[in-house]
Nanobody, 120 residues
Framework: VRLVESGGGLVQAGGSLRLSCAASGSIFSFNAMGWYRQAPGKQRELVAVISSGGSTNYADSVKGRFTISGDNAENTVYLQMNSLKPEDTAVYYC???????????????WGQGTQVTVSS
């Protein structure tokens, strides 16, 4: 299974970016997909997650500004980030908890990360 992220970059404060994460491989089913971020000198933290049933959860710091969505047919998850702030600057990692064939064990996977930089 492979997770490939795209959409990071440099943006001014108040701007928007959209991150995408496409999962590929022998995927049987998803439990959840989400986004985490890690700023320099800080621990990795949850940004947003979406379950296979469509329920979502957000970090308090991004509620009302970020929206997570998924395309089940394309095995892709998106993160729309609006009203970006300098404190949103971090490497953003895609995360997926899924079952793949043939083992069918619930396993967690990570993408390689994409840099988001918000200038003031």
């Amino acid at each position: 299974v492979r997770l490939v992220e795209s959409g990071g970059g440099l943006v001014q404060a108040g701007g928007s970016l959209r991150l995408s994460c496409a999962a590929s491989g022998s995927i049987f089913s998803f439990n959840a997909m989400g986004w985490y971020r890690q700023a320099p000198g800080k621990q990795r933290e949850l940004v947003a997650v979406i379950s296979s049933g469509g329920s979502t959860n957000y970090a308090d710091s991004v509620k009302g500004r970020f929206t997570i969505s998924g395309d089940n047919a394309e095995n892709t998850v998106y993160l729309q980030m609006n009203s970006l702030k300098p404190e949103d600057t971090a490497v953003y990692y895609c995360n997926a908890r899924l079952r793949s064939m043939p083992a069918m064990t619930l396993t967690e996977y990570w993408g390689q990360g994409t840099q988001v930089t918000v200038s003031s």
